[in-house]
C-alpha cells in the first residue's frame, strides 16, 4: 500500500510512466517532462511493502495467473514508430486473451494491449519479422530468428484461431463495438498522472482498462489493464483519486467531483468483485448447467436469482433487478455470502439452470433467444417475458385449477420433487394455501414437518413470488389477474437531505451525494451503495403528493427534480443526464398516481401532483384533483377520474393569490378554479410553476400571454391604447418614442402584460406604437413566418386583383392560429388607423410604409413588404371575411370616437383619454355610451354626462349615481360621487361594467342618517368568509356575529358578550358591494360582498347578511358615512357646478336632508320607505 507521502499531489513518483506508453505516436505529445527510463523500478510502491518483481511471471498480476496462463513470452523487436529507424526492444508476452508487450519483463503493466480476438490476421514479412494484423492497425515485430519468428506466428495463429471457436467472453468486452461494451461498468476520461492529455478509462468487473483515446476503446486496442485484486483506491482531493497497486500508483482526475466519486465507486467495486470469494461461485457452478448463464449462455456467471434457481451473468442479473423482488431475488455468487447458506447451495445444485430452464425456457422460440452478447433492451424483453409473463414455461398440467394446485403443492412439499414444487408454484399453486392441516396450516410447515430441508428452502424465497401472467392472453389466465406490477426502476442519483421549505437557493454539487436507488413496490428508496443491505431512507408512493422537474441547471447538476410528500418535505435529486431524470420522474409519477389519472403522465409535464381545488358548479366543497403541469397547458383530472377541460394558463385573464398564501385564483373566461394550499410546500411549488408557465415563454407569437381571442395580450395592450389614446396622433406609428422608454415598455409587457395597464399621462402614445412596432420586427419567425414570408410577398405581382386577395385568402390559411388572428388584429387596426388619415396624416400607404418591413422584418428596401401590408389593409374586408355585424360594431366604435375627437377639438378635452363603455340604467347595447374619461373625470361628472347626452333632467329626489356591477359576485356598489372613475375602470374585470341609475335607497339612507344618534352602529350579522367558501375552514355558509361599525373601522365578534374582537378592518381598506350571489345562498337577500385589500395588496373577501332591508340600508349608510367623512350625496351647490368643465367637487360639501318634524314623524317616514322597498321603484 502507498503510503501518505505517495498520496500527496506534486511529488514526483511516476518514474515509470514511460513504460506504461507506446512510443508508436508521437511520444512526447503525452509526456508533461521526458523522465529516465527504468531509473529505479518500482520505487513508486512505498518501501517495504513493494513485492521485488524477479521475472515475467513473477510480474504478471497474480489473479490473472490461473485464467490467463502465459502461453508464450520472449524479446521482440518492435518497429519503429514513424519517423525513426531504431527498433525497440519489447517483451512479448501471449496468453489466450491478450498479446502484450512490455519495456522489461520486469514491469507488470505493459505498453500495448492487442486481445486476441481483435487479431485478424498473422503473417510474415520477411526479414524475421511477422505482422499482427487488427481491424484498423498493424503491429510489426522482428525476431531475432526465422525460427524463432515463426514460432511466434504459428503461435499467434493457434490463439486466434481458439479464440475465434470459443463464445464471446469477458475478455472480449473491449474487442468490437458489438454491444459488449455494456459488460464496462464505467468508462470515460480521466487525467492521469504523467499524461498530458486524457486517457480513456473503463472499468470492467475487476479490471481497469486504459486506452489511449475512445476511438482505440472502441477497437478494443489498449495501452494495458489493472487487476484490481492488488489495487486500493482512494479518494485525494476533490478531483483526483489515487488507484494503488504493488507495482505503481495511478493518480487520477476526474472532470467533476461527482463524476470522481463515480469512479471511485466504480473502481471499488472492481475491487470487491476481484477480491469477493469464489467460494460460493466453485460449489455452484459444480453443475455444469450452472456454468454458464441460464438467460442469456455468458459464461461463469456469477449472480443468481435465489427464488427462480437460476444462476446467472451480471448483465442478466441487472435486468433481473428490473423485474423487481417479487419476479427475482438477485443476490451474487461472490459477495452475498451470508444468504448461501448449504440448503441454497443444494438447491441450486439440484434445481439450478438446468431443473430451472426445463420448466422456465420449455418453449423459447429461436428468434426470440438471447445470447451473451445481446443488447441490454433485447435481454429486458426476453427476461420479461420469461419470468414475469412466464410466457415459455412449461405448463403445469393442472394450470388454471387453483384448488387442485394448492393440493397438489401440499403434496409436492413433503417430496423430493423440488421441480413439481417448481412447477405449481409458477403455474399458480399459491405458497400461502390452506392445507386443511391444523397442525400444519402452510405449505411451508408440511415440507418442514417432512424434513424436506431444500423445499421449505425453495418456499421461503417464494413465499411473496408473483405468480407470471400473460398480459394479453384467454380467460383464463385473466381471471388470476392481480394489481399491475408497480414500477420499478433503479440507478445512482444524487441527492440532497430533505428540505422542509423550497430549495430558494441552488445547491451546490457539494450538497448532493451520490445513492443508490430504487423504485419497486411501491416504494422509492436510497442506499449508501449498490450493495447496502438496507436503505439509508424510503418514500412510500402513498407519501407522494407532487414530483416535479426543476429548471436545467437550477442546483449544481444538469438536471433535477423534486419530490414532495405528504408530511411538507421536499427532496431534490438530480443526475448529469436529463434523460435519466425524465425517466425517474415518470417512474416516480407512475407510482403514485392512481390509474384514473394516468393519462395526465402522458404528456411532457414538468410537475405532477395531487392538490385540493373548486371549480365548476360545486364550490361548495374542495375536492381532490390530480394535476399536471405541461408547457403553459394545466391538465386536471378530479379525483373520480373525471378530465375538466385544460387551462390554457397563458390565456388567464385573472392569476392570484387569495387569503394568507392559501389559495390560487385562475380566472379563465368561462369558469374560475381555486386550487388550495392544502400543504403549504408543494403548493408553493405549483404557485410558482403556474405563474411561470403563465407568463410568456419566448419571443415567438405562440409563446406570448393570450387573449381569449388567440391574440397576444402584449399586442391587445397596446392597440387597445393606440385606439383610445392615438388614432388622431400625427404622424402616430411613424414618430419616434423614446428608445429608453420603448424598451422598457416593451420588456415590462413581454415579462407579463396580464399586469400592465397602460395609462395616459404614463405612457406616451409614440412610446407604445413603436414597442408594439418593436414587438413585430423582433418577433422569432415573424408575423408572416420564415415558411411563408416569401409566398406573401411574392403575391403582390398577381396581377389580376380577384387572383390576389385568393392568393392572400389561401396564405392565410396557412398561417398558425395565433399568427393568423394577430395579423387580423393588427390589420382591422391599421384600417382604423387610416380612417383618421385626416388628423394623423397616415394613409394606407403611410402605414404600409412603416409596417411593411416591420413586420417582414426587412431593411424597407422591398417595396414589395410594403405592398403587402397595404393590400390587406385595402382589402381588409374580403381577405378576413368580415362580416357586416362585425363591420357594424367597429363602424360604431368609430363613431364614437370621432365624436371623441370633436369634442377634444372643442378644447376642453385633453388627447389621450380612455373611452369605455358605460350603459344606462341597464347593461344593453342600446344603452351603450362611449365615454371619453379624463384622468380628473368623478363618477359624479360621468353621471352628468350620460344624462347630458340623454337628455335626461337631474329631478329632485333622483338620486342618479355611477354604479361598478360586478356580473360574477352578482354584486353592485354604488360609486361616491367624489371617487376619480379612472382608476375604477383600470381595476376593472372583464365581469365588471359601470352602469348610470338612478340609487333607489339613497333618500333612506340619508334620512336614516340624519335621524340616527352618533355616528356608530352595531348589531348582528350573518357573516361569512370566502375562506370558507374555498374550503379552507371546516365551517360552511353564514354564522350570526356581532359587529360593531365606528368611523374608522368595523370590529367582529363572536357574540354580542364577547370583549374581544375576533376581527377588525380599517373602513379605509374595505369596499362594499350590494348583494351576494345566489350560488352561496345567502339566508336573506339583503346581503353585502364585502372585499378588503390593505397596503400590502393582501386581499380577503367575505359576506354579511341582514335580517331586514332597512337593517341593510343603516349599515350600509352608516359605512359610507364612515368612509366618506360624512360626505354621502353631494350638496345642490355643488351639483349645480358640476357641469363640465370640472370644477373642484372633490371637496364635496356634506349635504344631509335636513331632520324634519319630530322624533316620531321622522320614524314613521322611515318605516314607510323601509317597509317596501318596491314602492319607490314603481315610481321611478
Ligand atoms: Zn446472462
Redesign the pocket.
Known amino acids: 500500500m502507498a503510503g501518505k507521502e505517495e498520496a500527496e499531489p506534486g511529488r514526483p513518483r511516476s518514474v515509470r510512466l514511460n513504460s506504461l506508453f507506446s512510443e508508436d505516436e508521437f511520444i512526447e505529445d503525452y509526456y508533461e517532462a521526458p523522465v529516465g527510463r527504468r531509473s529505479s523500478s518500482c520505487s513508486d510502491a512505498s518501501a517495504g511493502s513493494s513485492p521485488q518483481v524477479a521475472g515475467a511471471e513473477a510480474a504478471a498480476p497474480a489473479a490473472a495467473a490461473p485464467l490467463s496462463p502465459v502461453i508464450k513470452a520472449g524479446w521482440l523487436d518492435k518497429n519503429p514508430p514513424q519517423g525513426s529507424y531504431i527498433y525497440q526492444k519489447r517483451w512479448v508476452k501471449l496468453d489466450a486473451d491478450y498479446l502484450r508487450y512490455f519495456d522489461s519483463e520486469k514491469d507488470a503493466y505493459s505498453k500495448r494491449c492487442i486481445p486476441v480476438s481483435c487479431i485478424s490476421r498473422v503473417a510474415s514479412v520477411g526479414e524475421q519479422k511477422f505482422e499482427v494484423v487488427t481491424h484498423n492497425r498493424n503491429f510489426v515485430f522482428r525476431a531475432e530468428s526465422d525460427a524463432e519468428r515463426n514460432d511466434w506466428i504459428r503461435t499467434l495463429q493457434q490463439v486466434a484461431e481458439e479464440r475465434k471457436g470459443k463464445a464471446a467472453e469477458r475478455t472480449s468486452m473491449v474487442a468490437t463495438a458489438d454491444g459488449a461494451v455494456d459488460l464496462v461498468d464505467k468508462c470515460g476520461f480521466l487525467e492521469l498522472r504523467g499524461f498530458k492529455n486524457k486517457l480513456f478509462v473503463a472499468v470492467a468487473g475487476d479490471r481497469v482498462f486504459l486506452y489511449k483515446n475512445s476511438e482505440d476503446y472502441r477497437l478494443g486496442i489498449g495501452i494495458t489493464y489493472i487487476e484490481m485484486n492488488v489495487g486500493n483506491v482512494k479518494e485525494v482531493e476533490r478531483r483526483g483519486f489515487d488507484l494503488t497497486t504493488p507495482y505503481r500508483i495511478f493518480s487520477f482526475w476526474a472532470d467533476s467531483e461527482p463524476e470522481k466519486e463515480e469512479w471511485v465507486e466504480a473502481m471499488r467495486q472492481a475491487v470487491a468483485a476481484a477480491l469477493s470469494t469464489a467460494e460460493v461461485a466453485e460449489r455452484v457452478w459444480a453443475a455444469e448447467a450452472n456454468r454458464a448463464?441460464a438467460?442469456?449462455?455468458?459464461p461463469q456467471?456469477d449472480w443468481a436469482s435465489i427464488n427462480l434457481c437460476v444462476v446467472?451473468?451480471k448483465?442478466?442479473a441487472g435486468e433481473h433487478r428490473g423485474l423487481g423482488p417479487s419476479v427475482s431475488k438477485v443476490r451474487s455468487l461472490k459477495m452475498d455470502r451470508k444468504v448461501w447458506t448449504e440448503e441454497l447451495i443444494e438447491l441450486f445444485l439440484r434445481v439450478g439452470n438446468a431443473a430451472a430452464n426445463r420448466f422456465w425456457a420449455a418453449n423459447v422460440p429461436p428468434s426470440e433467444a438471447i445470447g451473451?452478447a445481446s443488447g441490454s433492451e433485447e435481454r429486458r424483453r426476453f427476461l420479461g417475458a420469461k419470468y414475469r409473463q412466464g410466457k415459455y414455461r412449461r405448463y403445469h398440467p393442472l394450470f388454471g385449477n387453483q384448488e387442485e394446485l394448492d393440493r397438489a403443492l401440499c403434496a409436492a412439499v413433503t417430496t423430493g420433487d423440488l421441480a413439481e414444487t417448481q412447477a405449481l408454484v409458477f403455474c399458480g399453486a399459491s405458497v400461502s394455501c390452506a392445507t386443511g392441516d391444523p397442525g400444519c396450516p402452510s405449505p411451508l410447515a408440511l415440507a418442514r414437518r417432512s424434513g424436506q430441508r431444500l423445499q421449505v428452502e425453495f418456499l421461503m424465497h417464494n413465499q411473496s413470488s408473483e405468480t407470471p401472467r400473460l398480459e394479453a392472453s384467454g380467460r383464463a389466465e385473466q381471471l388470476y389477474t392481480v394489481p399491475l406490477p408497480s414500477v420499478a426502476h433503479h440507478g445512482f442519483l444524487y441527492k440532497t437531505p430533505s428540505m422542509a421549505k423550497p430549495p430558494g437557493e441552488r445547491k451546490s454539487l457539494e450538497e448532493f451525494s451520490r445513492r443508490w436507488c430504487t423504485l419497486q413496490d411501491g416504494a422509492f428508496s436510497y442506499y449508501e451503495s449498490e450493495r447496502s443491505a438496507g436503505p439509508n431512507g424510503e418514500i412510500r408512493a402513498e407519501e407522494m403528493v407532487c414530483v416535479a422537474h426543476s429548471a436545467p441547471r437550477a442546483h449544481g447538476l444538469e438536471s433535477t427534480f423534486e419530490l414532495y410528500t405528504e408530511a411538507e418535505r421536499l427532496y431534490l435529486f438530480g443526475l448529469e443526464h436529463p434523460e435519466a431524470v425524465r425517466e425517474w420522474v415518470k417512474c416516480l409519477a407512475k407510482s403514485f398516481v392512481p390509474p384514473h389519472a394516468e393519462e395526465l403522465l402522458s404528456r411532457e409535464f414538468e410537475r405532477v401532483g395531487r392538490l385540493h381545488y373548486k371549480g365548476g358548479l360545486s364550490l361548495e366543497r374542495a375536492k381532490e384533483g390530480w394535476f399536471a403541469l405541461a408547457g403553459s397547458v394545466l391538465h386536471v383530472c378530479s379525483g373520480s377520474g373525471e378530465r375538466e377541460e385544460p387551462l390554457q394558463l397563458r390565456k388567464l385573464q385573472e392569476l392570484s393569490i387569495q387569503g394568507d398564501n392559501e389559495v390560487l385564483v385562475l380566472v379563465e373566461r368561462r369558469r374560475t378554479l381555486y386550487i388550495q394550499g392544502e400543504r403549504k410546500l408543494d403548493f408553493l411549488g405549483w404557485v410558482q410553476a403556474i405563474r411561470r408557465a403563465a407568463g410568456s415563454a419566448g419571443d415567438t407569437l405562440s409563446e406570448q400571454q393570450l387573449t381569449e381571442a388567440d391574440v397576444p395580450l402584449l399586442v391587445d395592450r397596446c392597440i387597445d391604447y393606440i385606439t383610445q389614446c392615438g388614432l388622431t396622433s400625427e404622424g402616430i406609428y411613424r414618430k419616434s418614442g423614446q428608445n429608453s422608454k420603448t424598451t422598457g415598455l416593451l420588456e415590462m409587457l413581454r415579462k407579463d402584460a396580464r399586469s400592465v395597464r397602460l395609462k395616459e399621462g404614463e405612457h406616451h402614445v409614440d412610446d407604445v406604437s413603436n414597442t408594439l412596432k418593436r414587438f413585430f420586427r423582433e418577433l422569432g419567425d415573424g408575423l408572416f413566418t420564415q415558411r411563408w414570408s416569401q409566398d406573401w410577398l411574392r403575391a403582390t405581382a398577381l396581377e389580376d386583383e380577384e387572383q390576389k386577395i385568393g392568393e392572400y385568402r389561401r396564405l392565410l390559411g396557412n398561417l398558425p392560429a395565433v399568427n393568423r388572428a394577430t395579423l387580423k388584429t393588427l390589420i382591422n387596426h391599421l384600417f382604423r388607423v387610416q380612417r383618421f388619415s385626416g388628423d394623423n396624416q397616415m394613409n394606407t400607404h403611410n402605414l404600409a410604409i412603416v409596417f411593411g418591413p416591420t413586420l417582414f422584418q426587412t431593411d424597407g428596401k422591398d417595396y414589395k413588404a410594403g405592398r403587402v401590408v397595404e393590400d390587406l389593409i385595402n382589402h381588409y374586408v374580403k381577405i378576413f371575411n368580415v362580416n357586416d355585424q362585425e363591420m357594424k360594431k367597429q363602424q360604431d366604435e368609430i363613431t364614437a370616437i370621432m365624436k371623441m375627437r370633436e369634442a377634444a377639438s372643442s378644447g376642453t378635452q385633453q388627447a389621450g383619454d380612455f373611452i369605455c363603455t358605460v350603459y344606462l340604467e341597464e347593461k344593453k347595447t342600446e344603452a351603450e355610451q362611449h365615454v371619453k374619461i379624463p384622468a380628473t373625470m368623478t363618477a359624479e361628472e360621468l353621471t352628468f354626462e350620460i344624462l347630458d347626452r340623454r337628455k335626461i333632467l337631474m329631478k329632485d329626489k333622483d338620486y342618479w349615481s355611477c354604479f361598478e356591477v360586478n356580473e360574477r359576485e352578482e354584486a353592485e356598489r354604488p360609486l361616491h360621487y367624489s371617487e376619480k372613475v379612472l382608476p375604477i375602470l383600470h381595476g376593472l374585470g372583464t365581469e365588471s361594467y359601470l352602469v348610470v341609475k338612478k340609487q333607489m335607497s339613497m333618500e333612506n339612507m340619508l334620512v336614516y342618517l340624519a335621524s340616527r344618534v352618533g355616528d356608530c352602529k352595531h348589531g348582528m350579522m350573518k357573516f361569512r368568509e370566502e375562506r370558507n367558501l374555498l374550503g379552507l375552514g371546516v365551517s360552511t355558509g353564514f354564522h350570526d356575529r356581532y359587529f360593531i361599525l365606528n368611523h374608522s373601522c368595523l370590529r367582529l365578534y363572536k357574540e354580542v358578550r364577547s370583549h374581544k374582537p375576533e376581527k377588525e378592518w380599517s373602513i379605509q381598506n374595505l369596499k362594499i358591494y350590494l348583494g351576494i350571489k345566489k350560488k352561496l345562498r345567502p339566508p336573506t337577500c339583503w346581503g353585502f360582498t364585502v372585499f378588503y385589500e390593505n397596503e400590502k395588496h393582501e386581499k380577503q373577501q367575505w359576506y354579511l347578511c341582514c335580517d331586514t332591508q332597512a337593517d341593510l340600508r343603516e349599515w350600509f349608510a352608516t359605512f359610507l358615512h364612515a368612509q366618506h367623512g360624512g360626505a354621502v350625496w353631494p350638496s345642490e351647490s355643488s351639483r349645480t357646478r358640476a357641469a363640465r368643465p370640472p370644477q373642484d367637487s372633490r371637496l364635496g360639501n356634506i349635504s344631509l336632508i335636513p331632520l324634519r318634524g319630530n322624533e316620531s314623524e321622522m320614524r314613521n317616514s322611515v318605516a314607510a320607505f323601509a317597509t317596501d322597498p318596491l314602492t319607490l321603484l314603481r315610481n321611478v
Request: aromatic fraction near 0%; hydrophobic fraction near 20%.
Open positions: 448463464c438467460d442469456c449462455g455468458a456467471p446467472i451473468c448483465r442478466c451473451p
